[in-house]
Structure formats: C-alpha cells, structure tokens
C-alpha cells in the first residue's frame, strides 16, 4: 500500500491541505491500522521534500495531525502521535484541542511518553522534542507544562471545557515511538467520592447516614489539580456526632499563611458555611495531620489560582460520637524541625496535678 500511495503521489499537487485531504480521502479506504500508518509514512517522506524545496516547513503536515475532540461526538477516547507505536516523522508539528460544553473538564491521562531525548538535552523540554499542555483562562492560552524524555506525566485537567496538546517532533529516531494518552470529558473534577451537588460548579456532600468513613480528594488527583478552581466537601453527621479527618498526603502550591497577598492556592476548614477564624489555612507541603470538628456540619474548601499547580491532597473522614476522645495533630511545612501533638490545655492539667500530689501524701503517711 505504502509503495502504491507512493507512486499515487508523483505529480500530484499536495501544496494546499484541500488537496491534501481529497487526495486521502480517494486513497484511505481501509481501516487497517498498518495500512494507514505505512500510507502516513509514505505521505509524510513526500511532504518533507515539498518542503525542503519550497521552505513551508510544518504548513501541509499539520493539517494532517491537527486535530479536534468535540465532547458532543464521544466523551472518551485516545489520542496519540502519528505512527504510534512507530516512529513520528522528522519535523512533526501536531495540535489536539478538546472542546468539552457546560460544567465539562477535560482529563488527560498519559499511557507512554517516549520522545527523543540525549542527556546533553535541556531538562525544561525547551529546544527538543515535547509534548505541551495548554489550558484557556479568561480567553487566554495558558501553558500548563511542557512534557520530553521517556517518563508518562501525570494525569492533567482543564479548568474549563477546553484543553489543548501541541506535540513537537523536531528529531525522529527509530527507538522513539511518540505518545499514547486517553483523554476523558467529565463533570465530577475525577472526585469519584462523596454526592456531587449540582447547586456548585464542584461541591461533594458526605452524610454519615448513608457512609461513617471513606476518603475524598482534591481534583484530578493524584494529578496536577485544575487552575482557577474551587471545590467544597460538605460533611453532615447526626445530632451527636462530630468529624474526624485525617490528611495522608498535602501538597498544596502556596506560602502561610496562605491568603491572596501570596498568591497561594490553599485549603480551608470551617465549621459554618461562612469563614471559620478557628481554623487557619493550609497551603504548602504538610506532613500527615487531623482536623477535628466542632460540629456535626464541617465544610473544607480547597481554592486554586490561575498561577502555579501541585499534585494537591488524599484525605480519609470518618464520624465520631461526641463523647470520644482525640488529640489534634498540627500541620507543620515540610521544612519545619518541629511536628508533634499538641499539649493539653492548661485546665485541664490542673486537676490531675492535684490528684498526684493526693496520692503522693497519703503514700507518705
């Protein structure tokens, strides 16, 4: 087929992308996958001499791969370079664009990253071949990060209905096979826990009446957590019965204490709906810690910004009768020296002070 495509190409003008597609649209008449990827091959080896000759370097071979994902046609598929799993082309120039509707975000999740790379290259993926993340905030392109070497990214997530990939093969190598990733409109932010209230652009309810334990997390995780968003967990435990939440990993992109002046994302405890001032803000790398409430509602707000990303937080909650007992752990920053438990209140020593020296003097007599 390759050979044939390649003898259908000699005189034939392919210097417009109508042509282009006309001239595929009369040739790719199977589906077979090998096929298609020797008729790329074979397409692409006649374009680079179009383009050698007459200088249009990426123009006819990205209408080719220039692709886009529209939530109305399906919610989830694959998208990968051409050729995958054989070699992309010398001088590849790709763009994916996902347009998802509504309250729609768009979730990336990367199955093989394997692009050519020498350990002379620059590890901020600037100059080589790259796979770049691209999100759109308040009509604007924002690039979220740029992807090389031969280690899959984490999941990544929009902030809104739209997300776009720029792949960018500069060099080819026969050892290097592109990438392959499933790509997912959703409107539950990956929370795959809790009820999701549909009143909030992304709000989950935990009610001890339908489950006492589980785990919630922020979104997209354990992945880079969307810029721009802000997501409320909602607990509602019975009449005597308190929350217990314990955070088994924090990574939160910000700096205490956390307000707007610093530009920090963060996450908030609160035992109204309203601002608790009880409860200070969380933002950086924590260790493990507890967050008791004071009630049976609880509310944790988790906030991003449009500037930076973390990896964000995994947490487990579980409801409490009123009457047991805890101890509450303090969250500290990952460079402190200090992380312990805090010391009981001072009145609350007292008693048991008098109660030793009590014991202590009848011992004596």
């Known amino acids: 087929m390759a050979k044939s495509l390649q003898n259908s190409l000699n005189g034939v003008n392919l210097t417009s992308k109508e042509a282009c597609e006309n001239h595929l649209s009369r040739f790719f008449t199977k589906k077979s996958q090998q096929f298609y990827t020797d008729g790329i091959m074979a397409l692409l080896e006649k374009w680079q001499k179009i383009i050698d000759q007459n200088g249009m370097l990426g123009l006819i071979k990205a209408s080719l791969?220039?692709?886009?994902?529209?939530?109305?046609?399906?919610?989830?598929g694959v998208v990968m370079s051409p050729a995958y799993p054989n070699p992309y082309p010398t001088r590849t120039h790709c763009t994916y664009d996902f347009q998802g509707r509504?309250?729609?975000?768009?979730?990336?999740?990367?199955?093989?990253?394997?692009?050519?790379?020498?350990?002379?290259d620059s590890n901020d993926c600037e100059g080589v071949d790259s796979l770049i993340a691209y999100v759109h905030?308040?009509?604007?392109?924002?690039?979220?990060?740029?992807?090389?070497?031969?280690?899959?990214?984490?999941?990544?997530?929009?902030?809104?209905?739209r997300l776009s990939l720029e792949f960018q093969g500069l060099t080819s190598s026969r050892h290097?096979?592109?990438?392959?990733?499933?790509?997912?409109?959703?409107?539950?932010?990956?929370?795959?826990?809790?009820?999701?209230?549909?009143k909030y652009p992304c709000a989950f309810v935990f009610n001890s009446n339908e489950t006492r334990n589980g785990t919630f997390a922020s979104p997209n995780y354990p992945g880079l957590y969307p810029r721009n968003t802000e997501c409320h967990y909602f607990f509602n435990g019975q009449l005597n019965e308190r929350v217990h939440l314990h955070f088994h990993f924090f990574d939160v992109e910000g700096v205490l204490p956390c307000e707007a002046v610093s530009a920090s994302d963060y996450?908030?405890?609160s035992n109204y709906m309203a601002r608790d001032r009880k409860y200070s803000r969380h933002c950086g790398q924590l260790?493990?810690?507890?967050?008791?409430?004071?009630?049976?509602?609880?509310?944790?707000?988790?906030?991003?910004?449009?500037?930076?990303?973390?990896?964000?937080?995994n947490a487990s909650y579980v409801f409490l009768d009123e009457e047991e007992n805890y101890t509450m752990k303090i969250p500290?920053?990952?460079?402190?020296?200090?992380?312990?438990?805090?010391?009981p209140p001072l009145l609350l020593l007292l008693?048991?002070?008098?109660?030793?020296?009590?014991?202590?003097?009848?011992?004596?007599?």
């Open 287 to 313: 260790k493990e810690f507890d967050v008791y409430s004071d009630r049976k509602f609880f509310r944790v707000t988790f906030k991003s910004n449009d500037r930076l990303d973390a990896t964000g937080f």
């Open 137 to 161: 905030i308040d009509g604007k392109k924002d690039k979220i990060d740029s992807f090389c070497g031969e280690t899959p990214p984490r999941p990544i997530m929009s902030n809104s209905p």
């Open 332 to 343: 500290v920053s990952s460079g402190s020296a200090w992380h312990g438990v805090t010391s």
């Open 102 to 120: 509504g309250k729609e975000r768009v979730q990336v999740v990367f199955q093989d990253l394997n692009l050519y790379h020498t350990s002379s």
């Open 65 to 76: 791969c220039d692709v886009v994902y529209n939530s109305d046609s399906t919610k989830t």
């Open 267 to 269: 996450v908030e405890f």
């Open 176 to 198: 290097s096979r592109g990438f392959k990733a499933t790509y997912s409109f959703m409107e539950n932010f990956g929370i795959t826990t809790g009820r999701q209230e549909e």
């Open 351 to 365: 008693p048991l002070l008098f109660m030793n020296r009590l014991l202590a003097g009848r011992m004596t007599h």
